[in-house]
């Protein structure tokens, strides 16, 4: 069964602005993860958040955290044409760091030149 | 560094063919694991490994078997392949829970 939701499914904006995509989860959670998918590629991940973090930020990314409300939210900020992909959120259970991960289905992004 | 690498990049089975993908990594990562991804539906996980000589079931492991001798290869077979495995399937190492993927093996089955 699918722990992580995204939302919305898929979001267009115009370069420069932007984008904050949500992720709700449903059980307790040791860490929570960012991956970016470009069309017909590999997941890259791009950032890592732990249970007891509330905010991370790499670059043009902020990532924030509310175990209380079970959900995280990636903002990237100056959109680029670069950043059009789908991007995943996920969890893993609170045994360790190689505990295994469930991803959600994912949001497309679509950033117009 | 490879990173992890996969081969085939694509291939066409018929029902009830076998065949095996293969996945590497040279980052000496203890945490392998193999998904799926079907449009929709996100990467489910197959089958994952904490080691050499251990694996065990992911999500949808039915018709996948894996094992895992070396720290470095992690196959995956299919018995006798089905339409509904139709899909892409993703090979992933780990370390502190950040996982590397490789590029993929798009599999269609007619």
């Known amino acids: 069964s699918q722990q992580g939701e995204e939302d919305p499914q898929a979001l267009s904006i115009q370069e420069g602005e932007n984008a904050t995509m949500n992720c709700s989860y449903k059980?307790?959670?040791?860490?929570l993860q960012w991956y970016r998918q470009n069309s017909g590629r590999g997941l890259v991940h791009l950032i890592l958040?732990?249970?007891?973090?509330r905010e991370k930020h790499s670059g043009r990314l902020r990532v924030t955290l509310d175990t209380s409300k079970k959900s995280s939210s990636l903002l990237i900020t100056a959109s680029r044409a670069a950043d059009t992909a789908s991007y995943f959120c996920?969890?893993?259970?609170?045994?360790?760091?190689?505990?295994?991960?469930?991803f959600g289905k994912g949001i497309t992004l679509s950033v117009r030149p | 560094n490879a990173g992890v690498t996969q081969t085939p990049k694509f291939q066409v089975l018929k029902t009830g063919q076998s065949m095996t993908l293969q996945c590497a990594q040279d980052?000496?990562?203890?945490?392998m694991s193999w998904y799926r991804q079907d449009p929709g539906m996100g990467l489910r996980l197959i089958h994952y490994?904490?080691?050499?000589?251990?694996?065990d079931q992911g999500e949808v492991p039915n018709g996948y078997n894996v094992s895992r001798s070396t720290t470095e290869d992690f196959p995956l077979r299919l018995l006798s392949a089905a339409p509904s495995q139709t899909s892409v399937y993703f090979c992933?190492?780990?370390?502190?829970?950040?996982?590397?993927f490789g590029p993929g093996t798009r599999l269609t089955v007619t």
């Open positions: 996920a969890t893993d259970g609170v045994f360790g760091a190689n505990s295994k991960l469930t």
């Open positions: 059980t307790s959670i040791n860490n």
């Open positions: 992933a190492s780990s370390y502190a829970g950040e996982q590397y």
């Open positions: 958040i732990r249970s007891n973090e």
């Open positions: 490994s904490v080691g050499a000589g251990i694996t």
């Open positions: 980052m000496n990562h203890e945490y």
